[in-house]
Structure formats: structure tokens, C-alpha cells
Nanobody
């Protein structure tokens, strides 16, 4: 059974940090790109950051460059999203997704047609 389990969301004050985790199982992790997407109330889903589990290539949306860091632990089949200097506009439900042999930039920019989606984890940044 394929699973993408996102965790690590919560309530944090402006300027705080959170690390999200996406634990994958049921497929060959190294063959996929894993991405983090977010959706705030009333807004479209946005590709935040994506990483190729195979070669480590990464992509960041302009809105989070220098603020978020994506990383992959292939031994644990887990992708992390370190989020620093959080702002109220980062408040959203964060989802992780997997796409077979995808280019991270393409994956994040298209934010549809994923092979697998995990359930979201809510990040709330208070002002």
C-alpha cells in the first residue's frame, strides 16, 4: 500500500520555525521526486519546494527561497521541509506528493497530475 504521511505542522508565532516530514512507503523512493505543496483558504494550491530523491536536485518557489530548506533522507524514505522565519502568509495546509522521475521544477510548477498525495498537515502562523 502506498503511503505518504505528512507530519510536523502546528501553531507557531511569526518568526518561528517548524520542520515538516513526509514519510513514504509502498513505492521505490529513489525513483520519485517528492514535493511540498500548500493551500491557504480561498487560494490556489502552490508548489512550495520539490526534490528529486534520485539526484538531490531541488526547486523552491520564489515565495520561500532563502526561508525554507528541503532535504531527503533516502535511508528513511523521508523528505523534510525546514521552515524558518515563518510569516502569517505561510499559514496553509501543507501536503506532500510524489511524482515518478520528475524534474523538481516541473513538478512544483504544475502542482497537478501527481502519482501520490499525502494527507495534509496544518501550519498556522500567528501574528
Amino acid at each position: 500500500e502506498v503511503q505518504l504521511q505528512a507530519s510536523g505542522g502546528g501553531l507557531v508565532q511569526t518568526g518561528g520555525s517548524l520542520t515538516l516530514s513526509c514519510a513514504a512507503s509502498g513505492f521505490t523512493f529513489d525513483d520519485y521526486a517528492i514535493g511540498w505543496f500548500r493551500q491557504a483558504p480561498g487560494k490556489e494550491r502552490e508548489g512550495v519546494s520539490c526534490i528529486s530523491s534520485g539526484n538531490g536536485g531541488t526547486y523552491y518557489a520564489d515565495s520561500v527561497k532563502g526561508q525554507f530548506t528541503i532535504s531527503s533522507d533516502n535511508a528513511k524514505n523521508t523528505v523534510y521541509l525546514q521552515m524558518n522565519s515563518l510569516k502569517p502568509e505561510d499559514t496553509a495546509v501543507y501536503y506532500c506528493a510524489a511524482l515518478y522521475y520528475a524534474n523538481p521544477q516541473v513538478m512544483c510548477r504544475q502542482h497537478y497530475g501527481m502519482d501520490y498525495w499525502g494527507k495534509g498537515t496544518l501550519v498556522t502562523v500567528s501574528s
